[in-house]
RNA sequence: CGCGGAGUGGAGCAGUUGGUAGCUCGCCAGGCUCAUAACCUGGAGGCCGUGGGUUCGAGUCCUUCCUCCGCAACCA
């Protein structure tokens, strides 16, 4: 039933060029495509390994405006700085190019003219609100306005986000452009959609009955779409940052980013092989894998997979082992907020420590669930793990051999029962970490590889060298070179996850060329051989360090409070007569109950008691204030604005609260005790 | 009820088709001294988020509710 296959494709999602990377990238994507591609090639398979940035959208063309330089500034200075990190990292892609090269431009352009060409798409015109003033027109995104169903003054184009209510820009009243804060109008655009309802049945039986080998957030995820039912997605987008549209009326118009980027795998191809790219993407007996975070599932799992069936001459992915989520100490990694671990940093802060932030990451790799990154742990990992049971046991086999043999291979005598035991140990942990890596379980996997370090420790401990030395020499010569048989065998099979250590350990021993087929042998290194002199693979990381980290963290902190509270303060709205204010009714009251809306996440509904025999007001705030931390507090209100339901209750007034530029809300209250009822003025 | 993922000793995670709860780190005790105070052995520590159900038997299957994360809606 399983297909085999004689070369495997291994693209990595392409990281958007508007910032560096950080450890979310490299730990949920970068590091475990690498890890695969180097065992891929280390067991001699055809490999190739893709990779580059993702250069056109409207954050990139926003960015660019606000910074008053062009697109292509922007994305030429993340781009060199993202493929510099991913070399020092040794991400070890056969290609890492980039969306804005001409390659790519033809490429994706031709893939959109021949499906246009096949009638796999459909047009539609619908109306869209232009900004006339910045002469574009608007993502759902980039227009604000006031919800028809709250009331929130700063509702978006597609969502209110105090009420929750799905919208459409055209809901919104009195809509506002966010990018050149002019009042946007309707105007009639053309656009092209590929229509996923139509190939609805195949990927239905392609994921849900061939795939179900998939991780289960991949495949629960595809299946919660299928399930739904697929619409048409729109394919272009009105824009000047990006691939045009190659067809008639596609004036003014760019691919979506979501169609550009993943056709960024074969351009980057077709730029590394330009004579025979077509092996790797229209033949059968290629397996392709994507690697990605969680957020990209269906657009590699159902999308894209669209695109290429439409298209009618490329292979499908095998297989899409997407991770879960980074966390930075305890909280989400954010590039605006500077709350990250920057590889250029990194890099700067550590040097030559790469092997041991590949180490930590998967170790900790967010494959199953999200998790956390702490420096605490970091520093764990390298003094107790990579220092203590690896670094370790190679210093004190390469001792031993140079204190007792003058750094030359022992000759090895009959293995004892022993000896066989720990070597059959070996063959057992090959078998594991080989399943482990061929299902894409890369922290498994690792943690296999260190049980070979842990064995070594046991072994030398057990046999005590040390002592036989003095009362049978030919023990001793047997059970170290054993041990060195064990160190090569390190070399080996560290080399996908640690590939400088490996590297450096290959010095030492004096050997250059291990395959991973020999890992566990005992004839890796020959009696006589020379070996250098041993050198510490990894050396303790001292506290002072990891509190500078966490200092740098806090101080990212206290950077954006500080940023906060100088936030320019909005502008001013136009001026009111003292009879526009008179026309406001504000009051004080007192929460008699409060209590959260059922089925909203932000709303709390209170019963005030406003001297007038009580009143119903709904606040979304329940983000900020524990319901019972306001009862029996006075709050202010605006007490004659027209009542309006939301969510199924009627609220009668809007209580007042200031919101600070980070969003935080905090609700207005009396100075000293006043009667409910009392005027504000 | 928009959809998906996750909740297991102090921390990070395994737990395959239901059959005695495991691993790494940390902690405690002992051993060893070749080794970067590293290594080896033993130990303590868990009603597997919550309530209910199916079963001879549930971490595992069904179900209620709670919490965290993601998608939908640029970002791994």
């Known amino acids: ?130 900004d006339e003033e910045a002469g574009q027109f608007l993502a759902d995104r980039y227009i604000t306005g006031e919800c028809p169903h709250c009331g929130n003054k700063h509702a978006y184009g597609d ?11 055209l809901d919104l009243i009195h809509p506002k452009s966010a990018v050149s804060g002019s009042i946007p109008v309707p105007k009639a655009t053309k656009h092209w959609y590929l229509p996923l309802d139509r190939h609805e049945a195949w990927l239905k039986k392609w994921i849900l009955e061939d795939h179900r080998e998939w991780k289960s957030n991949v495949y629960g995820q595809c299946k919660s779409w299928l399930d739904m039912g697929l619409q048409p997605r729109a394919v272009s987008r009105d824009l000047n940052w990006g691939i045009p549209i190659p067809v008639e009326g596609g004036e003014g118009k760019v691919l979506y980013v979501w169609f550009d980027a993943p056709v960024g795998y074969i351009s980057n191809t077709i730029e590394h092989s330009p004579d025979d790219w077509e092996k790797w993407w229209k033949d059968e007996s290629t397996r392709l894998i994507h690697f990605i975070g969680k957020d990209n599932i269906v657009f590699h799992c159902i999308v894209f997979p669209a695109m290429l069936k439409a298209e009618g001459t490329y292979i499908l992915p095998e297989n899409v082992p997407a991770n879960e989520f980074l966390n930075l100490e305890g909280d989400k990694i954010s590039t605006s907020r500077n709350w990250a671990v920057w590889l250029h940093e990194y890099l700067e802060d550590f040097p030559g420590k790469q092997d041991v932030l590949r180490y930590v990451l998967t170790a900790s790799a967010p494959e199953t669930k999200d998790n956390d990154f702490t420096w605490k742990d970091f520093q764990a990992r390298n003094n107790s793990e990579l220092v203590a049971v690896f670094g370790n046991f190679v210093n004190r086999a390469m001792v031993l051999v140079h204190k007792y043999f003058q750094g030359r291979i022992p000759e090895r005598g009959e293995p004892d029962d022993y000896d066989r035991a720990t070597l059959n140990e070996f063959k ?104 250098n002199q041993p050198d510490l693979l990894f050396e303790k990381i001292e506290d002072e360090a990891i509190e500078k980290q966490i200092q740098k963290l806090q101080d990212a902190r206290k ?59 709904l606040s979304g705030i329940a983000g900020y204030y524990a319901p019972e931390e306001l009862v029996g507090k006075q709050v202010c209100f605006i007490a004659n604005l ?4 939301i969510r199924g209750i009627e609220s009668q007034g809007m209580i007042l609260a200031a919101e600070n530029a980070d969003g935080a809300v905090a609700v207005i209250r009396p100075d000293k005790e006043v009667s409910p009822g009392s005027e504000v003025k």
Not at 564 to 584: N, R, V
Not at 592 to 605: G, I, M
Not at 642 to 645: D, F, G, I
Request: one cysteine or more; aromatic letters at 10%.
């Open 159 to 169: 969502q209110c986000e105090v009420c929750g209510a799905t919208l459409s820009p």
């Open 428 to 531: 057992h942990i090959k078998r594991n970490l080989e399943d482990c890596l061929n299902q894409f379980r890369f922290r498994d996997a690792l943690k296999e590889a260190m049980n070979l370090a842990r064995t070594g420790n046991k072994y030398l401990a057990d046999t005590e060298p040390w002592k036989s030395v003095k009362t049978d020499a030919g023990r001793t010569k047997t059970v170290l070179n054993i041990a060195m048989q064990i160190t090569a065998s390190l070399a080996i099979a560290f080399e996908p996850f640690l590939p400088f250590s490996s590297e450096k350990l290959k010095r030492m021993i004096n050997k250059k060329d291990l395959k991973w087929s020999d890992l566990g042998s005992i004839d890796l290194l020959e009696t006589g051989l020379r070996l």
């Open 642 to 645: 027209e009542p309006r339901k």
């Open 559 to 617: 950077a954006n409070v500080l940023k906060e509270s100088q936030a320019a303060a909005k502008p001013l709205k136009a001026c009111i007569g003292f009879d526009a204010f008179e026309k406001m009714d504000i009051r004080t009251g007192i929460v008699l109950e409060c209590s959260k809306v059922p089925r909203a996440d932000k709303l709390l509904q209170f019963k005030i008691d406003d001297g007038l025999g009580g009143r119903t007001i």
């Open 1 to 130: 039933m399983r297909k085999t296959f004689q070369r495997t494709l291994i693209t990595s999602a392409l990281p958007y060029a508007n910032g560096p990377v950080h450890i979310g990238h490299l730990a949920g994507v970068y590091i475990p495509a690498d890890i695969y591609a180097r065992y891929l090639r280390l067991k001699g398979e055809e490999v190739l390994f893709i990779g580059g940035s993702d250069e056109h959208g409207v954050p990139i063309a926003l960015k660019a405006k606000t910074e008053g330089i062009t697109p292509q500034e922007i994305v030429d200075r993340y781009h060199y700085i993202i493929k510099k990190s991913f070399e020092e990292f040794g991400i070890t892609f056969d290609i890492y190019s980039r969306t804005t090269s001409a390659i790519h431009h033809q490429t994706a352009s031709g893939f959109f003219q021949k499906l246009y060409e096949k009638g796999e798409f459909i047009e539609k015109t619908s109306e869209q609100y232009y």
